[in-house]
């Protein structure tokens, strides 16, 4: 069975540095997504960046980046230049693709609350 | 706009009551999903179907039932509300290929 973990239940980070979230999962699998959400108080949950395991590159979106070590099965998000809209709960999560490449279930992580301080 | 909306957004129920949430989604997705959010488990799998008539249990299925008649709701019932199912309820949804899933607001359920 596939599980995701994150090992940091809280983090604080000044406003305009970098944080980083960590993530690290298990599977036997090859073929998977791995993303990172977050959810402000509002409850939305808000795709932040989704990373494929075929592609080395690691997925950037503006302000957020990965670094996804895959032999290591580790999946981290890097906020840079963080903002005050930026606290909020964040999970990793991963997804065994079915045949085909079909979409399946999201496996989440326990989640990061982060706090960007002025 | 398409979009995927839960009803009711906010309930209290007494233990033993049967209680329906809904999950209605227009954006013609054959993937659903049901899901819990609890403090320090994160979300967890309740039930999902691929289609309609298709269902299966998720990691947390007990005390809960779905059915999928048609393509765009999947209702979650509690058959009789205990506390220990005092939660948020996310409803999400996907296409086939897609590879993203849509996310409901939530229903925050207090089982007194």
């Known amino acids: 069975a596939q599980t995701v973990t994150q090992s940091q239940p809280e983090m604080s980070v000044q406003e305009a540095e970098t944080v980083t979230l960590s993530c690290t999962y298990d599977?036997?699998?090859?073929?998977?997504?791995l993303f990172w959400y977050k959810q402000p108080p509002s409850r939305q949950m808000i795709l932040v960046i989704r990373?494929?395991?075929?592609?080395?590159q690691n997925a950037t979106e503006n302000r957020f980046s990965v670094n996804f070590q895959k032999a290591a099965k580790s999946f981290s998000l890097k906020i840079s230049d963080s903002q005050l809209g930026d606290t909020a709960m964040y999970f990793c999560?991963?997804?065994?693709?079915?045949?085909?490449?079909?979409?399946?279930?999201?496996?989440f992580g326990t989640g990061t609350l982060l706090a960007v301080q002025p | 706009d398409a979009e995927i909306t839960q009803s009711p957004r906010h309930k209290i129920t007494e233990t033993g009551r049967q209680v329906t949430l809904a999950c209605h989604q227009t954006?013609?997705?054959?993937?659903m999903f049901w899901y819990r959010q609890d403090l320090g488990h994160g979300l967890r799998l309740i039930h999902y179907?691929?289609?309609?008539?298709?269902?299966n249990k998720g990691e947390v299925s007990d005390g809960y039932s779905v059915s999928r008649s048609n393509t765009e709701d999947l209702p979650l019932t509690l058959e009789s509300a205990a506390s220990s199912q005092t939660s948020v309820y996310f409803c999400?949804?996907?296409?086939?290929?897609?590879?993203?899933?849509?996310f409901g607001e939530g229903s925050r359920l207090t089982v007194l």
């Open positions: 179907s691929y289609g309609v008539q298709d269902t």
């Open positions: 999400a949804s996907s296409a086939t290929f897609s590879g993203e899933l849509f």
């Open positions: 990373q494929e395991a075929y592609k080395q």
């Open positions: 599977t036997s699998e090859n073929n998977y997504y």
């Open positions: 954006w013609n997705h054959n993937n």
């Open positions: 999560a991963f997804m065994f693709r079915l045949y085909g490449g079909a979409t399946n279930k999201l496996i």
